[in-house]
């Protein structure tokens, strides 16, 4: 098993910038490519990033390309997810997830555990 927390979330006006925070416990954080979702009301949950387990490789879809980096220190058991420029309609309740693939996933059917999530709200 694995538990997530994240943390970070909060009220940014529109053109800001959040740093989320996710750490893990459980079992061995090095071996798991770690994701970030968000899901609007109403909406799916939509894929925000996704890091390879020791760091290497990283993806992004094009709405966020440029504007997010994902990272993480496998010391702190901790991944991390820098958003710049954020806009109203980013407003979500923002996930944490890890997988057991062998290479960096976008699908949320390939995460295996999940966090709680933490509200990113951006004010317009």
């Known amino acids: 098993q694995v538990q997530l927390v994240e943390s970070g979330g909060g009220l940014v006006q529109s053109g800001g910038s959040l740093r989320l925070s996710c750490v893990a416990s459980?079992?061995?954080?090095?071996?798991?490519?770690m994701g970030w979702f968000r899901q609007a009301p109403g909406k799916e949950r939509e894929f925000v990033s996704a890091?390879?387990?020791?760091?290497?490789?990283?993806i992004y879809p094009v709405v966020v390309k440029g504007r997010c980096t994902i990272s993480r220190d496998n010391a702190k058991n901790t991944a991390y997810l820098q958003m710049n420029g954020l806009k109203p309609e980013e407003t979500a309740v923002y996930y944490c997830?890890?997988?057991?693939?062998?290479?960096?996933?976008?699908?949320?059917?390939?995460?295996?555990?999940w966090g709680q999530g933490t509200q990113v709200t951006v004010s317009s």
């Open positions: 997830a890890a997988s057991r693939a062998l290479r960096v996933v976008a699908s949320t059917r390939r995460y295996d555990y």
């Open positions: 890091i390879s387990s020791d760091g290497s490789g990283t």
């Open positions: 459980g079992r061995s954080f090095i071996c798991d490519v």
